[in-house]
């Protein structure tokens, strides 16, 4: 992966030899949990949670039988609020960066 801070976030094109051997060149990465993309933003990461986010909301929605309120308040308390709680910080940079 080629990181890159330009104006235009736009990498440019190099390429890094092993021995002659061309080292392949990526758009993303996986790092201890967190995606990161080569122009160091984190949209990837941020859909990819929002949208296993929204399939357990489904599932939760589909899956229960009773439609208590207050038991599938707990449900997406449990299952879904907590996973989102990790995004406030990525997404509050990333809109910060994108104002800028």
Known sequence: MNIS????????DVSYHIKSNPVPT???????GVTVEN?????SHINNIITRASA???LIHKC??????SLLCRA????IVKKLNSLKHLVRTTLA???N
Do not use: G, P
Request: net charge positive; proline share 0%; no cysteine.
């Open 97 to 99: 960066e994108s104002h």
């Open 56 to 58: 357990r909301a489904n």
């Open 76 to 79: 997406f308390t449990v299952y």
């Open 26 to 32: 990526i758009k993303t990465i996986k790092d201890l």
């Open 39 to 43: 122009n160091l933003k984190f949209s």
């Open 64 to 69: 229960f039988v009773s439609k208590e309120v």
């Open 5 to 12: 801070r330009t104006r235009n976030d736009s990498v440019t």
